[in-house]
């Protein structure tokens, strides 16, 4: 059954509440991922060796846990986060990530050679639930620190099949880059979304090394934090929440307001509506 209306939410069974606290492990004024943050869940892993990267899910090490409905969907019934600094926060699925090229070669912001990947096919997690990327964009998160400045550019197909499609990313790669940090990418206009990653290139290469990591994932809520230590709450019957699918791996990544960058941990509680 369809979780379509605020009768059916309510009347819905309850998954397992979820409690996650991270924290920022970083005092860069940078979004951030929580990905690699100690915590609970522990910090998530990353790919170094696999060719084209790797399909992520709800069991993959990182994930927020949460159990996939006997029949039916999962929505949010409601949420809460509070964080030590006000910021910008994210809860996404992280579809696929990938480190490395389609000829093994480390992706490295300070080379100048065109990263060729042959990503495979997205799980059955977009808007749509298919694998046709509706709703799948892009990021990019440092992995070692790095000096200079670059833009990367991503070549894709887009969720209608079209090849050929570049993205550059909203902030630069620069020093101020730690493990972690979070650097999304924008569409091509008029671009809903990705089906597949073809190379990555650096605009402007760094003087020091630093491998970076493509992240497709999909957004399913956000949340802003005006004040420390003050709860922000969603629901499924005030806001509109897209469903989370089978198997989603569920992270945060958040941007602190300026100035607020220190310490930043991260408290949530998630309530889930089955059925």
């Known amino acids: 059954m369809a979780l379509t209306t605020v009768k059916q939410i309510l009347s819905s069974k309850l998954g397992q509440p979820i409690f996650v606290t991270k924290g920022s492990g970083s005092t860069t004024s940078y979004p951030r991922s929580v990905w690699y943050s100690g915590g609970y869940p522990v910090s998530g892993t990353v790919d170094l060796t696999t060719v084209n990267g790797s399909i992520l899910s709800s069991t993959s090490v990182g994930a927020i846990p949460f159990s996939n409905p006997v029949s039916g969907e999962t929505k949010i019934l409601n949420m809460s986060i509070s964080a030590e600094r006000p910021g910008f926060f994210v809860l996404y699925d992280r579809l696929w990530q990938c480190s490395v090229d389609n000829s093994s070669l480390a992706i490295d912001s300070s080379l100048s050679t065109t990263f060729n990947i042959v990503s ?4 059955a997690r977009d808007n749509n639930a298919s694998t046709n990327g509706e709703g799948v964009i892009l990021a990019i998160e440092t992995l070692f620190g790095t000096a200079g400045s670059t833009d990367a550019v991503i070549t894709y197909t887009n969720s209608a099949g079209v090849s050929g499609r570049t993205g550059t990313t909203t902030i630069p790669i620069n020093g101020s880059a730690v493990r972690g940090c979070w650097h999304n990418v924008g569409l091509q206009n008029n671009d809903i979304g990705v ?37 922000h709450f969603i629901d499924s019957i005030s806001t509109i929440i897209p469903s989370i699918l089978n198997d989603s791996c569920l992270s945060f990544w958040y941007y602190p307001y300026a100035g607020q960058q220190v310490g930043q941990p991260i408290n949530a509680t998630i309530n889930l509506a089955q059925g």
């Open 120 to 123: 495979p096919t997205w799980p």
């Open 195 to 231: 089906r597949s990653v073809q190379s990555i290139v650096f605009t402007t290469p760094n003087t020091t090394s630093c491998q970076v990591n493509i992240v497709a994932h999909r957004v399913l809520g956000t949340f802003t934090l005006g004040a420390p230590f003050v709860s």
